[in-house]
């Protein structure tokens, strides 16, 4: 079945570093969702890619899907204390699998 | 706020027992999916309900079941409950009924502990 593997599983950076979470797929994908799931909170929708090769950004996040629309990833830039929490990636064909998240730590 | 609502915020039961988690969607969404996150399986996709019937499946034990109704709020039934159902389980909706297409907006949870 549909994997979705997603690494590091955490990464603690000082703020201001920057911060990458990978996103890779056993299948092709038809598209990826990101998720911000904050300590304690719930997941919340952050983008949906579609297109081979497609980068969106929003603010310091920038997020990209792979060529062969197997993996993605997501860039922080210059991370701030409000950018903790797990960051997951959902791969989808005819549903959404989720990989297990990347749980993000800054050091103020 | 996502206007997704769940109840209770909280359960303990013990094990053998059986429970049901409410959840009510966001006005207008008629897809209703369900999650179980536990620390180490991360967020499992359980069953999706569209419009009131079942949409898709995901790794949703047999002791387990859901249903939706009319006014589209959906139910999640978990008996002869273990020790390892023990986790957080979230209740999701979306406008549409892809859910590979869909935004998804998910509720606060009910956390689960079973003793």
Not at chain 2, 50 to 78: M, V, W
Request: charged residues 15%; aromatic residues 10%; positive net charge.
């Amino acid at each position: 079945g549909q994997q979705v593997m997603q690494i590091p599983q955490y990464q603690h950076v000082q703020e201001g570093e920057d911060f990458t979470t990978y996103c890779n797929s056993s299948t092709t994908l038809s598209n990826i969702q990101w998720y911000k799931q904050r300590p304690g909170g719930h997941p919340v929708f952050l983008i949906q890619l579609v297109k081979s090769g497609e980068v969106k950004k929003q603010k310091r996040l920038t997020f990209q899907f792979g060529e062969a629309k197997k993996n993605s990833s997501l860039h922080i830039t210059a991370t701030q204390t409000t950018d903790v929490g797990t960051y997951f990636c959902g791969g989808t064909n005819y549903k959404l699998t989720f990989g297990k998240g990347t749980l993000l730590t800054v050091n103020p | 706020d996502s206007g997704v609502t769940q109840t209770p915020k909280h359960l303990i039961t013990a094990t053998g027992q059986r429970v049901t988690l409410r959840c009510s969607p966001r006005s207008g969404d008629l897809s209703v999916y369900w999650y179980q996150q536990s620390l180490d399986q991360g967020l499992q996709f359980l069953i999706q309900y569209y419009n009131g019937e079942e949409r898709a499946k995901g790794n949703i034990l047999e002791r387990f079941s859901a249903q939706q109704f009319p006014d589209l709020h959906s139910e999640l039934n978990l008996s002869s409950l273990e020790l390892g159902d023990s986790a957080l389980y979230f209740c999701a909706s979306s406008v549409g009924g892809g859910q590979s297409r869909a935004e998804q907006f998910f509720g606060p949870g009910t956390r689960l502990t079973v003793l």
